[in-house]
C-alpha cells in the first residue's frame, strides 16, 4: 500500500459545483435573522466559494478560510475575496478568540467522534454564536455501498483492506442531544436531493472527487487504479443508468446541523 495522501483535485471536485452548492445554499438560508457576526471560520473551506459567499452576506465580518489542501486553498486565493484562507486540519483548529459563525459544510463527515469534535467546536462560539454544519449521509447509499463492495473484490482487494472511508455518522437525535448542551436554539433536519448529473459514467465521476480519494491513493499503480475504477464504473452504471437525455439520477440525502450558543 502506497503513503500518497489522497490529494483534493480541485477540478474533479467542482466538476458538479452547482449540485454540491445545492446543500449550502439551503444551510445558508437557514441562519437565523438579525445575525451579525464579527468572525466567521469556514472549515473545510474547500475552494472559497462558500467563505465568499458568507462574505458576500456579512460584509463587515473577518471570514476565515480553513482547509488541509493546498490546491484548494490555491483556487480559494484566486478568488481575490477579503479572506484570510489557512492550511490546517479541523481536528487541531484553535481560534484565536471567540467566534460568531462557524460554518462546516461537507467537512465534518471526514471526522472521528462526533460527540466530542461538536462540543469542541460549540466551545469555541461567542455568546449568541452559530454553528452551521452539513454532512452527507453518504455511508448507506447505495453508490457507496458498491464502492466498498468492489473494493474488496479482485486483485486490489489486499490493497484496500482497511483503507478508511467515510464512516456511518450518528443518529438525527444523537447530534441534537449533544448541540443542545450548549444551552441554545438546535435546528436539525435532512434532506435527499436527487442529483440530476451529466455526462458519461456521471455517478463515478462524482465519486472521484471526494469518497474515492483515499481508494484511489491507496492502490499501488495506474494499471491497478484503473482497473478498479472500471470494475466500479461498471457496477455503478448498472444499479444508476443514464437516461435517453443524458443524465444520471442519483439519491444523495444530507444532514444538517444549526446550533446557536446562549
Known amino acids: 500500500m502506497t503513503d500518497t495522501p489522497p490529494a483534493w483535485d480541485p477540478d474533479q471536485y467542482l466538476r458538479f459545483e452547482g449540485q454540491r452548492d445545492r446543500a449550502a445554499l439551503d444551510l445558508l438560508a437557514r441562519l437565523p435573522e438579525g445575525l451579525a457576526p464579527a468572525e466567521i471560520w469556514d472549515l ?4 472559497g466559494q462558500h467563505a465568499a459567499w458568507l462574505k458576500r452576506r456579512y460584509p463587515d465580518a473577518r471570514v476565515h478560510g480553513l482547509d488541509s489542501s493546498e490546491a484548494m486553498l490555491a483556487e480559494a486565493r484566486a478568488r481575490d475575496a477579503d479572506i484570510d484562507w489557512r492550511a490546517g486540519d479541523i481536528a487541531g483548529w484553535v481560534p484565536d478568540w471567540p467566534v460568531d459563525l462557524i460554518w462546516a459544510n461537507a467537512s465534518l463527515h471526514w471526522l472521528p467522534d462526533h460527540q466530542a469534535l461538536l462540543r469542541r467546536l460549540t466551545a469555541q462560539l461567542a455568546a449568541g454564536g452559530v454553528l452551521a454544519v452539513q454532512m452527507p449521509m453518504a455511508h448507506e447509499t447505495r453508490h457507496h455501498g458498491l464502492m466498498r463492495q468492489v473494493a474488496g473484490e479482485g486483485p486490489w482487494a ?20 449533544v448541540l443542545a448542551e450548549a444551552g441554545g436554539d438546535v435546528d436539525v433536519w435532512s434532506t435527499t436531493y436527487l442529483q440530476a ?49 443524458g443524465v444520471t439520477l442519483m439519491p444523495f440525502p444530507r444532514l444538517f446541523l444549526v446550533a446557536r450558543r446562549r
Request: net charge negative; hydrophobic share 55%.
Open 158 to 177: 489486499a490493497a484496500l483492506a482497511g483503507v478508511a472511508t467515510v464512516a456511518p455518522l450518528l443518529e438525527p437525535e444523537a447530534y441534537y442531544s
Open 44 to 47: 473545510g473551506c474547500g475552494a
Open 197 to 245: 448529473l451529466a455526462g458519461p459514467d456521471a455517478v463515478l465521476e462524482w465519486m472521484k472527487g471526494t469518497a474515492l480519494r483515499p481508494f484511489l491513493a491507496a492502490l499501488p499503480d495506474a494499471v491497478m487504479r484503473t482497473a478498479f475504477l472500471d470494475a466500479l464504473g461498471a457496477r455503478l452504471s448498472a444499479a444508476f443508468p443514464r437516461r435517453p437525455d
